[in-house]
């Protein structure tokens, strides 16, 4: 079209060149076409530069059409809710009531996706279908320090609650309790070895804080099972990192189930002001046990960090972006790194 719009004015210069408006004209035609096809073709190239870097293909997505077979929560909708058999499991605060607040917890039908929530899936499925793309690029635009300082604005409230899953060796919680004066604080931490220099570092960092930690992970029933030790990148089932990094010794991890966790520290009662989770990928169970009752709905703040790594999870990019999607019933993003970081707000 651009090169039938110059052939046209070629052609027509001998009778515009007459005078000296013609001319002005002419040559504003001119440079009105030379700065459309530079922009044109700027553009195009930008965008085909972030599809690249993104990982991003403009294809329809297929094997996540709805409703589909992934594993969720909407069984035994009308089987009671009991007290857990986790005695060494505390309330997490003592105003609790002896039942753990069982009759405050109800199980609740998850609704499939909406017409208005479909499209906004198929956009995270196409925007996250080459995770470690988005991974790499949203990592180096990450303040690794926002997990904790993003939090500072609850230091003005009273009796501050965080839940950490995943709690290593206690990283995110020397630097989350100082952020917030977390009154109470939860950590749990399945690998015995790690578990074990997680309260020798509680014990240095002399907190004014209730903090209680747990030697067991969180699975959708109760189990035990061998984990290969690689340091912070340890999880059940990442065979590749196990094989590269060549994890010298295994442990014998605890799994309980999720509800059973929950229950027990009387969520049922409160609100949880922060619930901050890094398991290397039982994030998607936790999330999907809670979205499949009325708990879901007692946290303020949800902060975790998706693991597309871990083949456990099943189809890792449907689930979680359906989880996404689900989560925005009752929460709104408050700060995202795809990949890398994320976190919601409870609506008001």
């Not at 340890?234 to 799994?255: G, H, M, P, W, Y």
């Not at 189930?257 to 009387?266: P, R």
């Not at 700060?335 to 707000?345: H, T």
Request: net charge positive; proline share 5%.
């Amino acid at each position: 079209m651009l090169g039938d719009m110059l052939r046209r004015l070629i052609h027509q210069l001998p009778s515009w060149v007459k005078n000296m408006s013609q001319k002005r004209i002419f040559w504003k035609t001119i440079i009105a076409v030379v700065v459309i096809s530079i922009v044109s073709y700027s553009l195009k190239n930008l965008m085909t530069h972030l599809k690249d870097l993104l990982g991003i293909k403009a294809v329809r997505v297929t094997n996540c059409d709805l409703p589909s077979d992934l594993p969720f929560i909407n069984e035994q909708l009308t089987s009671p809710i009991r007290i857990p058999d986790l005695p060494q499991v505390t309330p997490i605060l003592p105003s609790t009531k002896s039942n753990k607040c069982i009759n405050m917890i109800k199980r609740k039908h998850v609704k499939d996706l909406s017409s208005v929530e479909i499209p906004s899936f198929h956009y995270c499925v196409e925007g996250n279908m080459i995770p470690e793309n988005v991974q790499e690029f949203y990592l180096r635009r990450l303040d690794y320090n926002i997990t904790s300082k993003f939090f500072s604005f609850l230091k003005g409230k009273s009796d501050v609650v965080i839940i950490e899953i995943g709690g290593y060796t206690g990283q995110l919680l020397r630097r989350l309790i100082p952020v917030t004066d977390a009154k109470h604080y939860v950590v749990i931490e399945p690998v015995p070895s790690f578990y074990n220099t997680l309260n020798k570092n509680i014990k240095t960092f002399n907190f004014n804080t209730s903090i209680r930690t747990y030697n067991f992970g969180l699975s959708r029933s109760q189990k035990e099972m061998d984990i290969g030790i690689v340091g912070d990148a340890t999880n059940l089932s990442r065979k590749k990192v196990i094989q590269k990094r060549r994890a010298k010794t295994t442990e014998k991890v605890r799994l309980v189930s999720v509800l059973d966790f929950f229950i027990q520290l009387g969520v049922g009662c409160h609100k949880i002001d922060l619930l901050t989770i890094n398991c290397e990928g039982c994030e998607i169970d936790v999330l999907e046990t809670l979205l499949s009752t009325n708990l879901i709905e007692n946290f303020d703040y949800i902060q975790f960090q998706p693991h597309y790594f871990a083949p456990h999870v099943g189809n890792f990019l449907c689930r979680y972006c359906r989880l996404r999607q689900l989560l925005a019933r009752t929460h709104e993003v408050v700060y995202n790194f795809p990949q890398v970081w994320e976190a919601w707000k409870r609506k008001q």
